[in-house]
């Protein structure tokens, strides 16, 4: 499947092999476009894959409602809290064994990257998802 952005990008080519999403679930350039099972969304110790689902439609049903509540037509979120979100993510993600640097895991993509996993609790990511941020979209 090839999804493009509002500058004509394929996912897939931005992406370049290193896929991010603020929260799993929304990406910069892509309005309107929202994730399940998107990046660092993966739960590797216990947990249900089922929760995470739901968080993350829960999460998508409250912005497509931010958008009508804005009487909007896009939603579109913003590159620095992407970025911030991400950095928070693999800070995450070096504290746990499997992302360690010195650690060999199939987990690691080409460029030593950890780009599936979640590496917090299960409350941390019901608590992140329960509403979105306005000030971390932007509204058109």
Sequence with gaps: MKIYGKDGRELHEAWNG?????????????????????????????GSIIFFSECEVRYILCC??????????????????HDEYN?????????????QSNVSTWYKNEKGKITQNWPFSMLAFWQQTRRPDPDAYDIR
Aim: one cysteine or more.
């Design 64 to 81: 497509i409602a931010l958008l009508i509540k804005n009487n909007g037509i896009q939603l579109d979120v913003k590159q620095q809290a």
């Design 87 to 99: 950095g928070w993510i693999e800070a995450g993600t070096a504290a746990m064994a499997w992302g």
């Design 18 to 46: 290193d896929p991010t999403a603020y929260k799993g679930i929304s990406i910069p350039g892509y309005p309107n476009f929202y994730c399940c099972y998107g990046p660092n969304t993966n739960i590797v110790i216990n």
